[in-house]
């Protein structure tokens, strides 16, 4: 997807990026917080390898690549003593030139009002949605539902996963836990109260948003999207886009792995992407 998307935005790019993927281990041979690590110490490599400067850095994600994202801002915001340090620091590095969120993970709760509205019209449903919560999570008993093995989390059925709403889970409001990393217990009071994002144009210059209307991620995401927005709306050096497709979870991978023609999202996306590296 990434790789299309930089060809798109080649025209108008006076730069020539590299791109670097970051492959993880998948849960639930890994759970989380090794695939964040994985990716911190991708960071790291970056920077101590090739001296990558912040603000020549864009990261980018879709999905639970999303929420890997916005893990390692909030590291940066509110660094974690239980992880690995990043090599960029809050007040002292550049910030970010740019963070790409394509339907990201936002919350390991699913019960906004998206859930039940799209459940049958998303190509990612409530059950499934929960099934990779239960694999990926540390915690599971957090969540009230049984670790699946293996094989329960390729299979796609499960008696215990319905499409219907579960209850909010407690202590994971608005993704602590997932996009707020709290190991540390005066970390997680402070992941639980409003203003995490507060500091967030101090580390990325700017940010682009997507969900789909028919995807069950969409009102986590807006609210992700107004809390980030409110966020910068008194700095003028940071940026932030939110833009809702009419289509479904991440469509634009399933667009490009299936050879679809170029949509006016995947020109938006390119478009900005060209922006962020002309900068």
């Not at 500091?199 to 999207?225: N, W």
């Not at 809390?227 to 050096?237: E, W």
């Amino acid at each position: 997807m990434m790789t299309s998307l930089l060809r798109e935005s080649r025209e108008d790019t006076r730069s020539s990026p590299y791109l670097v993927a970051a492959e993880y281990t998948l849960a639930p041979y890994g759970r989380y917080p090794t695939q964040l690590r994985q990716c911190i110490a991708i960071v790291r490599h970056l920077k101590e390898q090739y001296d990558v400067d912040s603000s020549n850095l864009i990261m980018a994600g879709d999905s639970c690549g999303g929420a890997l994202c916005l893990s390692i801002l909030s590291h940066l915001l509110h660094p974690d003593p239980t992880l690995p340090s990043l090599p960029y620091t809050l007040g002292v590095s550049k910030p970010i030139a740019g963070l790409l969120l394509i339907s990201p993970w936002t919350s390991f709760s699913t019960s906004a009002d998206s859930y039940s509205e799209n459940a049958g019209k998303d190509t990612l449903p409530p059950d499934i949605i929960r099934r990779f919560r239960d694999a990926y999570f540390s915690n599971s008993s957090s969540t009230h539902t049984n670790r699946p093995e293996p094989f329960e989390v390729a299979s796609l059925t499960g008696p215990q996963y319905h499409a219907t709403r579960d209850p909010p889970i407690p202590g994971l409001k608005d993704g602590v836990g997932v996009i707020r990393p709290s190991s540390h217990p005066q970390q997680r009071q402070e992941a639980e109260q409003d203003g995490w994002w507060a500091k967030t144009p101090l580390v990325v210059s700017r940010i682009m948003i997507t969900a789909g209307q028919y995807e069950c991620f969409r009102d986590d995401v807006l609210h992700l999207a107004e809390q980030v927005k409110a966020a910068c709306r008194d700095d003028s050096s940071a940026e932030v886009t939110l833009i809702v497709d009419e289509s479904f979870h991440a469509v634009i991978v399933s667009d490009y792995a299936f050879g679809a023609p170029p949509s006016e999202f995947a020109a938006r996306l390119s478009g900005w992407l060209a922006e962020t590296l002309n900068r």
